[in-house]
T-cell receptor, first 119, second 111 residues
């Protein structure tokens, strides 16, 4: 199957700093990527849909200025957690869909996730 | 947002037994998918069933879909210790490419 690489896998940062998480599709071009957040022992909550070359679409309740998403190329989407606080500590996972499958959706390919700890 | 509720939230069975997990959702879907997640790791796609399908098999996995009841079930037969993980259903829509995850079932297989 297609490979999605997420980096870093773990990051610890100080409160007030910003952290950038990268999501790359390694062997295909992804016009659409998705960012999820997962709290311990909870499900994945969709944060936003990242569209190459245009603005991301955020889910209700997700702060756009807090979680900046940039999808500048067909193989890379980044999520920047700005002015991070301890409550932003979480597991963040990205996924990408194969191009041309949006209307006959097959499966999403997920990165391995990034565990963010804000101290 | 979260579409599906899964039942049970946690399940512990003996190795070799069958495990059944259920997922209910609220709105009409294009497809339903099941994923597995080992602790603190990414997700592994298990199986996808489309809205016009009723049952699908893949190895030891059997998935059913009842669109009239807006529910699906995942059956893992002859469970193994390596099946210990969290299992999530996820619903997909024809109107948008995003998928929405259910609440998940934590499955533990006792040796």
């Amino acid at each position: 199957g297609a490979v999605v690489s997420q980096h870093p896998s773990r990051v610890i940062c100080k409160s007030g700093t910003s952290v950038k998480i990268e999501c790359r599709s390694l062997d295909f071009q992804a016009t659409t990527m998705f960012w999820y957040r997962q709290f311990p022992k909870k499900s994945l909550m969709l944060m936003a849909t990242s569209n190459e070359g245009s603005k991301a679409t955020y889910e209700q309740g997700v702060e756009k200025d807090k979680f900046l998403i940039n999808h500048a190329s067909l193989t890379l989407s980044t999520l920047t957690v700005t002015s991070a606080h301890p409550e932003d500590s979480s597991f963040y996972i990205c996924s990408a869909e194969l191009p041309g499958t949006a209307k006959s959706f097959t499966e999403a390919f997920f990165g391995q996730g990034t565990r963010l700890t804000v101290v | 947002s979260q579409q599906g509720e899964e039942d049970p939230q946690a399940l512990s069975i003996q190795e070799g037994e069958n495990a059944t997990m259920n997922c209910s959702y609220k709105t009409s879907i294009n497809n339903l998918q099941w994923y597995r997640q080992n602790s603190g790791r990414g997700l592994v796609h298990l199986i996808l069933i489309r809205s016009n399908e009723r049952e699908k098999h893949s190895g030891r996995l059997r998935v059913t879909l009842d669109t009239s009841k807006k529910s699906s079930s995942l059956l893992i037969t002859a469970s193994r210790a390596a099946d210990t993980a969290s299992y999530f259903c996820a619903t997909g829509y024809s109107s948008a490419s995003k998928i929405i995850f259910g609440s998940g079932t934590r499955l533990s297989i006792r040796p």
